[in-house]
């Protein structure tokens, strides 16, 4: 069954609106989240590392102030888009690397969550 | 920074054919993995590599790690209509204590029945 669920799987919001979108791993503990981009017909792009109870990390060229990365628990971790614009359009997935598995480094992919920016 | 050149781009086939696919890369990597997603739904874990020069076999498909630790390659046999969907390669640096992933472009897969 699935170890990550995101939510919601799709949202459609006025452009300067902040949309917030939840990362949750199922069943397990994860010290550490990614979220990732894709645009249409292209691959997936790091935006970001969460750590739970520090700062997240940042790839060169996201703008930290604009997603925003909250990894409070154990067990869930958010990112806000704020002040939406149409180019934020895009599909945002996130994943986890599971606890206690370090020989395998293998990373759980949630479903993923569409953003539309009208 | 770090890129995975993936082909092909496409790939259109008949049912029952045999599928390849590589990805190739200026940098070495810890580990390789595979990945199938489909429309709207993320990434599923195919294979994952973690030696070089190393054969895996999940049911039809087998990937191998390059012995040089920059390459891999995806074989699918006898496809079937639910082996649609775009296949990418990542690699990952585990030394990096980040456990990144680095993907590759993406192998879109078309079959006709």
């Known amino acids: 069954g699935a170890v990550v669920s995101q939510h919601p799987s799709w949202v459609i919001c006025k452009s300067g609106t902040s949309v917030k979108i939840e990362c949750r791993s199922l069943?397990?503990?994860?010290?550490?989240m990614f979220w990732y981009r894709q645009f249409p017909k292209q691959s997936l792009m790091l935006m970001a590392t969460?750590?739970?109870?520090?700062?997240?990390?940042?790839e060169q060229g996201v703008e930290k102030d604009k997603f925003l990365i909250n990894h409070a628990s154990l067990t869930l971790s958010t990112l806000t888009v704020t002040s939406a614009h149409p180019e934020d359009s895009s599909f945002y997935i996130c994943?986890?690397?599971?606890?206690?598995?370090?020989?395998?480094?293998?990373?759980?992919f949630g479903p993923g969550t569409r953003l539309t920016v009208l | 920074g770090q890129q995975l050149n993936q082909s092909p781009q496409s790939m259109f086939i008949q049912e029952g054919e045999d599928v390849s696919m590589n990805c190739t890369s200026s940098?070495?990597?810890?580990?390789w993995l595979w990945y199938k997603q489909e429309p709207g739904e993320g990434p599923v874990l195919l294979i994952a590599?973690?030696?070089?020069?190393e054969l895996t076999s999940n049911g039809r498909l087998t990937a191998q790690f390059g012995i040089t630790r920059k390459d891999s390659f995806l074989n699918i046999s006898a496809s079937i209509p639910s082996d649609v969907g775009i296949y990418f390669c990542?690699?990952?640096?585990?030394?990096?204590?980040?456990?990144?992933?680095?993907f590759g472009q993406g192998t879109r897969l078309t079959i006709n029945p």
């Open positions: 940098s070495i990597f810890n580990t």
């Open positions: 069943d397990f503990q994860a010290t550490t």
């Open positions: 994943s986890t690397v599971l606890r206690g598995y370090p020989t395998y480094n293998e990373q759980f």
């Open positions: 590599l973690y030696k070089a020069g």
């Open positions: 990542a690699g990952q640096l585990t030394n990096q204590g980040a456990q990144k992933l680095v």
């Open positions: 969460s750590n739970e109870g520090s700062k997240a990390t940042y």
